[in-house]
C-alpha cells in the first residue's frame, strides 16, 4: 500500500468539484488535490494533452510534491497516462477511470463531434439541452433518482452546460483527444508505473473492450470491471473506487 498523495484529474467536460464524493470516500487518510485542468478553471486556455501534463506536474510542483498516485476519469485518464510516459519517476501508480485513452475508446459520435462547425453545433446543441434539463427541478429529480446520482452534482453540472466557457473548452478538446490519441497509444507500452484499470460494466460512453484493450498495451495493467456502473464511475461508486485507490 501506498501513502502518496494523490492527483485527481477529470473528464471533459469536468470540474475539479466532480471528485467531492470520492474525496469525502477516501477521508483523511490521504492527501488528495482535485484541480480544474486548463481551459475548465475560467483563466487558462485549452490545451493538448502533453500540456495538460505540464500543468498538472506544475501542481505537484506547487503543493511540493515529487511522487503522486495519478486518477484520471475519461479524459483526464489520457492525461494521467500521457504524464506516466512522459515523467515516470512523478506517478507512483496509475488509476485510470472509465479512460478514454486509446483509439479503441473513440465512436463514431467522437469523430463527428470533432468535425468543424458540425461539431460545434452539435455539441453546443447537446449541451445547452443538458443543462436546460437539468436546470429543470421535476427533471432533474428525477434524472437523481434514476441514476443515483447527487442533485446538487447535477444542477453544478447543469450550470456548466449552460456556460459558453465550457462549450469552447470541450469542442477544442474533442479535437485535441482525436488528434492526440493515435500518439499516446503508440507510447502506452513504455508505461511501467503499476496500472488500475476500473471500467463500468455499463459503460456507454466509453466501451468495455476499450478498456480491456487498454489492460492489454499498458504492461502488468490490472483491469477491474465494476458490475452494474456506468462512466460516472467517480460519482456513482464512489465507495469501490476509493478502496482500489486505498489498496494501492
Known sequence: MSNDPVLLLHGQPGAAADWQALRAALGDARQTIAVDRPGWDQRSAVTDLAGNARAALATLDGADISRATIVGH?????????????SPRRVGRLVLVAPAANVDSLGALDYLLAVPVAGWLLSVGAMVGGGLLLGTGPVR???AEATALDERYLRAAGRMLLAPAAWRSFVREQRILVRDLPGLERRLGVISTP????????DHVVPIAAARHLARQIPGAELVVVEGAGHLLHVQHAARLAELIAGT
Open 141 to 143: 429529480r428525477w434524472v
Open 74 to 86: 475519461s479524459l483526464g485518464a489520457a492525461v494521467a497516462a500521457w504524464l506516466a510516459c512522459s
Open 195 to 202: 496500472t488500475t484499470i476500473v471500467a463500468g460494466r455499463a
